[in-house]
């Protein structure tokens, strides 16, 4: 669910919460692969390798981001029937 920040708009309570999970959760997720990637870079200097799973983390993401959106239609398609 990714939902765009505007000045001036009003949220609820629960939009906020579901925001701060949503972000908590891919920070988290960010925080692990980047540990595990950092253990992978141990002792080599190779910046292509550093970039290439940085690319496959967004992507990761952005499918994620992607997926959550289409299920989200078909759910409201589903409802209007």
């Not at 990761?60 to 209007?80: F, N, P, T, W």
């Amino acid at each position: 669910m990714a939902k765009i920040l505007r000045e001036g708009a009003s949220y609820t309570q629960r939009d906020v919460v579901e925001l701060l999970v949503e972000f908590s959760a891919f920070k988290d997720r960010v925080t692990k692969k980047f540990k595990e990637l950092a253990r992978e870079l141990d002792g080599k200097a190779n910046e292509h390798d550093l970039w290439v799973n940085v690319y496959l983390i967004s992507s990761d993401y952005s499918e994620e981001v992607a997926g959550k959106r289409h299920k989200q239609q078909q759910d409201s398609l589903q409802k209007i029937s």
